[in-house]
């Protein structure tokens, strides 16, 4: 069965890998990119799991693994080579753009800083991870898409939304386990990454609540990468349901129910914070302050429920989560408690590499890693923190800026959505690593830097 599973991924990502291959490069469509990201990076970690199950070969994982940074890396070169005159490129930066480069500039800096016990190849390892999302975020910077390309990205993107939510109902009704207790993400993480199984599911203890509950993940690699990822599907949605027809309306609510349902079977209680931190900014996005109240009026209610109708299970989960009592937060509280110890005795950080979850950070050496604010504190000193949180802050404000200006609503659609996740992800951006989360980090920047292309017409028009 799995070899039957191996041959359909081999076909479909392959095929579509050739095919956007063979659009950029013959045909000059190098945005096309982002279709290819937006399609695989979601089933990226299952197909990878999968793919190792069925031929346990490490090399043929490895020829997969590199097919998204292959496809960036084309997209920039095909850019480069259709520039007529590469050297007389008029580059007008913003200050989304200075910061990207400052983070980056600062990160390249540090791969050839002694600094830290990681080898050399390990910080370049690293820095690929930051350089990648930079590219993507560049490329976005300079597309320029038709209406009936973005309605295809988007349509991706709510169909990925549906189709999560649906797996999660199988995992939940029909088998009564995680999907990846079925495609060999343990096998694969034992002799990819190097991590052993742990938690009462042989998975690892992401994949369950402290009452020993299941928190599943449907084809992401995590219950925490769904969550997040999940908070573009229902932000996506909204906006759609906000500026179209009536008649049209219905599967946007289909698409933001889906999304909502795959929140609820995470059981992430960052991204559930983060999804009302999302919901508030669009009430002051849109100037909608009832649904202030409701948002509030929901939260009151809940805390009724948990007060008087909620098991003593589920009570003592809140109070342990709120009061940093429970065993996850006092993890998290530890974490912080390291890394900023760590960043006031090296205030210019320990080099690349030695904090967060990324590939290349060994477990022996790592300082911190549940909060991607401080692991770039830690690698990159108080400045590299600085700078991201910059980065973030002027992401948001000049998309926000090209949602109220742009004469597009396509366009305005695609800033909304980027800005309005970056805000929902500022909470989970607390207790993980979520620039590895790849599908949401990668889509969400570009859809940043494809804002800030529309920004530069309204500030220099």
């Known amino acids: 069965m799995a070899l039957i599973f191996f041959l359909i991924i081999a076909l479909l990502v392959g095929g579509g890998f050739l095919w956007i291959i063979q659009e950029m490069v013959f045909k000059g469509k190098w945005t096309h990119f982002i279709f290819f990201l937006a399609a695989f990076l979601p089933f990226y970690i299952t197909s990878l799991s999968v793919i ?16 998204k940074e292959v496809v ?11 520039q007529k005159r590469v050297f007389d490129y008029a580059f007008r930066l913003h200050s989304t753009d200075w910061m990207m480069l400052g983070l980056l500039g600062l990160g390249f800096i540090y791969v050839f800083l002694p600094l830290g016990e990681v ?6 390892l690293y820095f690929k991870t930051m350089l990648i999302p930079g590219l993507v975020y560049f490329l976005g910077r300079n597309s320029q898409l038709n209406e009936l390309e973005i309605k295809s990205l988007f349509t991706i993107i709510f169909t990925i939304a549906i189709i999560a939510f649906l797996v999660n109902c199988v995992e939940s009704f029909l088998l009564g386990s995680h999907l990846q207790q079925f495609t060999g993400y343990a096998l694969y993480n034992h002799a990819i990454n190097d991590i052993d199984p742990t938690g009462n599911f042989g998975l690892t203890w992401t994949f369950e609540t402290q009452a020993v509950t299941k928190r599943l993940a449907s084809f992401f690699s995590d219950p925490l990468e769904m969550a997040s990822s999940v908070l573009m599907g229902f932000s996506a949605g909204l906006i759609w349901f906000l500026t179209s027809k009536k008649e049209q309306s219905w599967f946007y609510l289909l698409v933001m129910a889906c999304s909502m349902g795959s929140l609820v079977f995470s059981a992430s209680r960052a991204a559930f914070g983060a999804f009302f931190v999302m919901i508030f900014f669009v009430a002051l996005v849109f100037r909608l302050y009832k649904l202030i109240g409701a948002g509030f009026l929901a939260l009151v209610g809940f805390a009724l429920y948990v007060v008087f109708l909620a098991s003593d299970d589920f009570y003592f989960f809140v109070i342990d989560t709120l009061t940093f009592e429970n065993t996850s937060s006092i993890g998290h509280v530890v974490e912080w408690l390291l890394a900023l110890d760590s960043m006031i005795a090296n205030p210019l950080g320990i080099g690349l590499a030695m904090s ?21 504190g830690v690698q990159l000193g108080w400045l590299g923190m600085i700078i991201y949180i910059l980065l973030l ?6 998309s926000i800026s090209v949602f109220n200006k742009t004469d597009s609503k396509n366009v305005a659609r695609v800033a909304f959505t980027g800005a309005t996740v970056k805000v929902g992800l500022l909470l989970p951006l607390f207790t993980a690593n979520v620039e590895i989360y790849t599908y949401v980090s990668w889509i969400t920047w570009w859809m940043i830097g494809f804002s800030h292309h ?6 220099f028009k």
């Open 356 to 376: 967060g979850n990324a590939g290349s950070v060994e477990e022996d050496l790592r300082v911190g890693g549940e909060n991607q604010f401080l692991i770039y």
């Open 454 to 459: 529309e920004y530069s017409k309204i500030k």
């Open 72 to 82: 960036v890396l084309v997209a920039v070169l095909v850019w480069l080579f259709y």
């Open 119 to 124: 080898s050399f190849l390990g910080k370049a």
């Open 393 to 398: 802050v002027f992401a948001i404000i000049n």
């Open 52 to 67: 190792y199950l069925a031929t346990l070969s490490e090399e043929v994982v490895a020829i997969f693994q590199i097919l």
